[in-house]
């Protein structure tokens, strides 16, 4: 061996022929005594112990210490944001609130903390890389998330996000964790199917062209009353309507539909405005020759029966003074008579003056003005 002297002695690398455990190691060496090992080692324990190992009071300590530490196990810690739901073999209890709280010590009794107030997304149709809101893979692996039928049959690739959390009622956590097994997967399903069903109500105008924010609030409706009927435990706060679009494989024709439909409504627009414009006008000038017709038949009418009303109180005043009424009567025609006419009066009696008076001329004749005096005769004076 490499370890023998030259001396011949064999005492190997211990030295003096002992083995590794203080024996001599002549005829190939002997294992060590285990049982004797283990009884100094019990004597040296009980060294320690006050009073001995083997008496009650030791047992009692070691005892009251082991059931003070499983003891200690059943303090546990609430965070501000979650709730402690503690279980008793497994079975609900009750809830605890922030802080530092105490249960039985497992297996008695253990405790979930859920996030209460923790805000969670779902995002459905699209995924966002590394944090950020920026779409990946757009068609390949998630087309069957996006795409929908609407409900005049045209196709609609949409995508939307859901933000939900546990419910704000008492035993909404309960539910939460044992009613549902797969919280995250069953507001994802949920709200895919709520979405489905109000696209496929609506025609595809409505998604692409009008108020988002209306669609999202209908969904979010729906999939609260899916979840309450499951017994979820689960809150939608928000659904966001991100994109609307036609597929990409249609869009150029999607956008020329849509360019015709444009001019298709502007020209009706136009027919309409046309429209607006000559039907008033043309209603306005009818109900004019109405008014103008019904004033000259009034006015007809009146004059009429005006008349046959002059005739007959002349009439009856002609019955009653013959003479008088008779002489009124000439008078008053003669003066229609020559109301108009040229009149000149003629005196045939006058003999050194012109014999005749033309009045209409001496009316239309300007009068003579005062003749004024020259200027030099007041300087005369």
């Given at each position: 061996?490499?370890?023998?002297?030259?001396?011949?002695?064999?005492?190997?690398?211990?030295?003096?022929?002992?083995?590794?455990?203080?024996?001599?190691?002549?005829?190939?060496?002997?294992p060590p005594d285990l049982e004797e090992l283990l009884r100094k080692s019990q004597e040296r324990f009980r060294q320690v112990m006050p009073g001995g190992f083997?008496?009650?009071?030791?047992?009692?300590?070691?005892?009251?210490?082991?059931?003070?530490?499983?003891?200690?196990?059943?303090?546990?810690?609430?965070?501000?944001?979650?709730?402690?739901?503690?279980?008793?073999?497994?079975?609900?209890?009750?809830?605890?609130?922030?802080?530092?709280?105490?249960?039985?010590?497992?297996?008695?009794?253990?405790?979930?903390?859920?996030?209460?107030?923790?805000?969670?997304?779902?995002?459905?149709?699209?995924?966002?890389?590394g944090g950020e809101n920026r779409r990946v893979s757009s068609a390949g692996d998630i087309a069957e998330e996006s795409l929908m039928l609407t409900g005049d049959?045209?196709?609609?690739?949409?995508?939307?996000?859901?933000?939900?959390?546990?419910?704000?009622?008492?035993?909404?956590?309960?539910?939460?964790?044992?009613?549902?097994?797969?919280?995250?997967?069953?507001?994802?399903?949920?709200?895919?199917?709520?979405?489905?069903?109000?696209?496929?109500?609506?025609?595809?105008?409505?998604?692409?062209?009008?108020?988002?924010?209306?669609?999202?609030?209908?969904?979010?409706?729906?999939?609260?009353?899916?979840?309450?009927?499951?017994?979820?435990?689960?809150?939608?706060?928000?659904?966001?309507?991100?994109?609307?679009?036609?597929?990409?494989?249609?869009?150029?024709?999607?956008?020329?539909?849509?360019?015709?439909?444009?001019?298709?409504?502007?020209?009706?627009?136009?027919?309409?405005?046309?429209?607006?414009?000559?039907?008033?006008?043309?209603?306005?000038?009818?109900?004019?020759?109405?008014?103008?017709?019904?004033?000259?038949?009034?006015?007809?009418?009146?004059?009429?029966?005006?008349?046959?009303?002059?005739?007959?109180?002349?009439?009856?005043?002609?019955?009653?003074?013959?003479?008088?009424t008779a002489r009124r009567l000439y008078i008053d025609a003669v003066e229609d008579v020559l109301k108009g006419a040229t009149k000149i009066v003629v005196d045939?009696?006058?003999?050194?003056?012109?014999?005749?008076?033309?009045?209409?001329?001496?009316?239309?004749?300007?009068?003579?003005?005062?003749?004024?005096?020259?200027?030099?005769?007041?300087?005369?004076?």
């Amino acid at each position: 061996m490499p370890w023998n002297t030259q001396g011949g002695g064999g005492g190997g690398p211990w030295g003096g022929g002992q083995g590794p455990w203080g024996r001599g190691s002549g005829g190939g060496g002997t294992p060590p005594d285990l049982e004797e090992l283990l009884r100094k080692s019990q004597e040296r324990f009980r060294q320690v112990m006050p009073g001995g190992f083997g008496g009650g009071r030791g047992i009692a300590l070691v005892a009251l210490v082991a059931v003070a530490l499983w003891g200690a196990t059943g303090f546990y810690k609430v965070n501000p944001d979650e709730v402690g739901v503690v279980l008793r073999f497994g079975r609900f209890v009750g809830l605890t609130q922030p802080g530092l709280n105490y249960h039985l010590p497992s297996p008695i009794e253990s405790v979930i903390t859920p996030a209460v107030t923790r805000i969670n997304r779902v995002e459905l149709g699209y995924r966002s890389a590394g944090g950020e809101n920026r779409r990946v893979s757009s068609a390949g692996d998630i087309a069957e998330e996006s795409l929908m039928l609407t409900g005049d049959e045209n196709i609609i690739d949409v995508n939307f996000s859901v933000f939900w959390k546990i419910g704000d009622q008492l035993n909404d956590p309960e539910k939460y964790l044992f009613n549902i097994r797969d919280p995250e997967g069953t507001v994802k399903v949920v709200a895919e199917s709520a979405i489905r069903e109000i696209i496929g109500q609506l025609p595809i105008r409505a998604p692409l062209f009008e108020n988002r924010q209306s669609i999202g609030d209908r969904t979010k409706v729906r999939m609260q009353e899916l979840l309450d009927s499951y017994g979820a435990g689960i809150k939608v706060t928000q659904v966001q309507l991100l994109k609307a679009d036609p597929p990409h494989e249609v869009i150029d024709a999607f956008n020329d539909v849509q360019r015709a439909k444009a001019d298709q409504e502007r020209l009706r627009n136009e027919a309409e405005a046309y429209r607006n414009d000559i039907i008033p006008r043309a209603r306005g000038d009818s109900e004019r020759i109405n008014q103008d017709a019904q004033a000259y038949r009034e006015q007809v009418v009146d004059l009429a029966q005006g008349e046959a009303k002059r005739f007959t109180s002349v009439y009856l005043a002609y019955k009653n003074a013959p003479d008088v009424t008779a002489r009124r009567l000439y008078i008053d025609a003669v003066e229609d008579v020559l109301k108009g006419a040229t009149k000149i009066v003629v005196d045939p009696q006058a003999k050194s003056v012109v014999p005749y008076l033309p009045l209409p001329e001496l009316g239309k004749s300007k009068p003579l003005a005062a003749p004024t005096p020259p200027a030099n005769q007041g300087a005369s004076r």
